[in-house]
């Protein structure tokens, strides 16, 4: 038994969970690495970010390293990133579980690293102590009134710590 249907509808305005939206972008990266006597090496670099829906971003990082003693270095970087929010972030809409929002700004975390590392005689390791600032980092909050979840950015945040790496090569590729 065929039953007519009448023709399909156009729901896209209304059902269509996100934005109908494009986005391009551009990113340019460069890197120099300069040794400026036999035992320190410098690294400058920077990436380019144009976004069509969000400014420019110019992110820069630093590097320098020094042997201070054969197989024995000191490490001193700074680095800065840059995220910007997703589709879902910006534009879900129609949705009663996550709603995006259109007013995001994109996060930015700057990191500084001091690094103590060794290499000598098949055992290496690496004492690093970092710290982090983000900026407008991005998170989702419930609306107790909706029961949705939309998309904010917050207050700067930081965090620091350290971390340790050993390693021990066997030979032939084999480490632990």
């Not at 690294?43 to 971003?57: H, P, V």
């Not at 949705?95 to 055992?123: H, Q």
């Not at 991005?138 to 340790?164: L, T």
């Amino acid at each position: 038994v065929l039953i007519p249907l009448d023709a399909p509808e156009d729901l896209t305005e209304t059902q269509n969970f996100n934005k109908n939206v494009s986005r391009e972008f551009i990113a340019v990266f460069f890197q120099n690495i300069r040794d400026i006597t036999d035992n320190m090496r410098l690294t400058l670099g920077a990436r380019y970010d144009r976004y069509s829906d969000f400014e420019e971003s110019l992110n820069p990082r630093l590097g320098l390293t020094w042997e201070f003693v054969k197989g024995y270095n000191l490490k001193f970087l700074y680095g800065r990133a840059f995220r910007a929010p997703t589709f879902q972030e910006l534009y879900n809409q129609n949705n009663p579980a996550v709603m995006g929002n259109s007013d995001l700004e994109p996060e930015t975390v700057d990191t500084y690293e001091v690094s103590l590392g060794a290499d000598v005689k098949g055992f290496s390791g690496r004492l690093t102590f970092f710290h982090n600032t983000i900026k407008n980092s991005i998170g989702s909050v419930k609306d107790f009134e909706s029961s949705a979840v939309f998309f904010q950015n917050s207050d700067e945040i930081r965090s620091q710590g350290y971390e340790v790496e050993l390693k021990y090569k066997f030979g032939k590729g084999t480490y632990i």
